[in-house]
């Protein structure tokens, strides 16, 4: 089984995402600890890549800054190892194509499997071309976790049909960050989903607010957050991960209040 189906197993989930090494990778693994610590049931670790052209001007900073900083895969990769003797829940890298093929397919994902990363989120993969990573996430265990967006209409069963782990379903159009109110028609691309497979289904981009989190946690299986947590550490610096066990606890408590 999954180890990411774990973290809908006690309610609507919590996921934070953080950018690793920002603004270095003590702070990362202390805002980790703190969001496990706090209510986090699954945390997305982003690894830094010079054009991530899923994201927003927020988490675009967070990953220049890393970069800066001098963050490599292989210092990203230390990091989950060190993390893994404490923080037992999922985690999954978000990342880009680019990042596995500079690194070497196999060598990435077998390492995802050997320091205890769940899976993997690849904004910039499209549906048709997944099986680029398939076969070798297959082969070490590692969930290759599908989007779903607005624009994905007509194909929303099919990508649904051959998820693993969770779906992203993505609230809204553009880019990450956040957003005073999401108007996309989630409910209907949920019920597809739904009709479809049984593997939970999260919604991202745009929720900052416990608000919006509870909001999003009723008509799906959970909430995830990004640029809300990076502008903490952006605000914050190495201070930041008592803020974000803070933010987290907070947001854990409304996706609670949609059960």
């Known amino acids: 089984m999954s180890n990411i189906k774990s973290a809908f197993e006690n309610g609507k989930a ?3 995402f953080i950018t690793c090494g920002d ?6 693994a202390a805002a980790v600890k703190a969001a496990a610590d706090n ?9 830094p890549f010079s054009d991530p052209t899923a994201e ?5 900073g967070a990953n220049i800054r890393a970069l800066k900083g001098g963050v490599t895969t292989d210092k990203i990769f230390d990091l989950v190892r060190e993390l893994r003797k404490t923080v037992k829940i999922p985690m999954v890298f978000m990342t880009y194509a680019n990042v596995i093929f500079s690194y070497g397919a196999e060598r990435f994902i077998s390492t995802c499997r050997e ?20 076969p070798v996430c297959r082969k070490y265990g590692v969930d290759l976790i599908s989007l779903i967006a607005p624009t994905s209409a007509n194909r929303i069963s099919m990508i649904a049909g051959e998820a693993e782990g969770f779906i992203y379903i993505v609230s809204s159009l553009g880019v990450t960050g956040t957003r005073k109110e999401i108007n996309t028609d989630l409910e209907s691309i949920i019920s597809v989903v739904r009709d479809t ?16 989190a509870r909001k999003m946690a009723e008509i799906s299986d959970g909430a995830i ?9 952006e605000k914050y610096g190495k201070d930041a991960p008592a803020y974000i ?8 408590d409304a996706v609670r209040q949609a059960e």
């Open 14 to 16: 919590f996921i934070p």
């Open 23 to 28: 603004p270095d990778l003590e702070t990362t």
């Open 39 to 47: 209510g986090a049931d699954l945390i997305e670790l982003g690894i």
């Open 56 to 60: 927003g001007p927020v988490i675009q």
């Open 115 to 134: 320091t205890g990363i769940d899976g993997l989120i690849l904004p910039d993969l499209p549906f048709e071309e997944k099986e680029e990573f398939l």
């Open 197 to 212: 497979t049984d593997i939970p289904c999260a919604v991202g981009f745009g929720i900052s607010t416990p608000e919006q």
């Open 225 to 233: 957050v990004g640029s809300a947590i990076i502008k903490l550490l």
């Open 245 to 252: 066990g803070e933010y987290v606890k907070s947001m854990k």
